[in-house]
Nanobody
Framework: QVQLVESGGGLVQAGGSLRLSCAAS????????MGWFRQAPGKEREFVAA????????IYADSVKGRFTISRDNAKNTVYLQMNSLKPEDTAVYYC?????????????????WGQGTQVTVSS
């Protein structure tokens, strides 16, 4: 069992930056793929980024490539999402998720555990 708690969301102006954190409980955190998803009002939850357990493999949604960076610190049981050059369309609730498989996936249906989410609002 893995419990996930996100933090770091807030209100930022367009062009600004935020870093989200996701703290995980459970001794097997280092064996999970970790991902970030987001959900805007009235829209489906969409993939943002994911990273393998070793950090050696990462994938990103096209909409965030070059602006967002996912990283993890297995010693701290924490995964991060550094978000730069934020745009109003990045406004959403951001969720972290854990997947027991080995290869990062963009499919939300493959993730086993989810956090409660943190709100990110980007003003124009």
């Amino acid at each position: 069992q893995v419990q996930l708690v996100e933090s770091g969301g807030g209100l930022v102006q367009a062009g600004g930056s935020l870093r989200l954190s996701c703290a995980a409980s459970g001794r097997t955190f280092s064996s999970y793929v970790m991902g970030w998803f987001r959900q805007a009002p009235g829209k489906e939850r969409e993939f943002v980024a994911a990273m393998s357990w070793s950090g050696g493999s990462t994938i990103y949604a096209d909409s965030v490539k070059g602006r967002f960076t996912i990283s993890r610190d297995n010693a701290k049981n924490t995964v991060y999402l550094q978000m730069n050059s934020l745009k109003p369309e990045d406004t959403a609730v951001y969720y972290c998720a854990a997947d027991r498989r080995y290869v990062p996936s963009s499919s939300r249906h493959l993730y086993d555990y989810w956090g409660q989410g943190t709100q990110v609002t980007v003003s124009s």
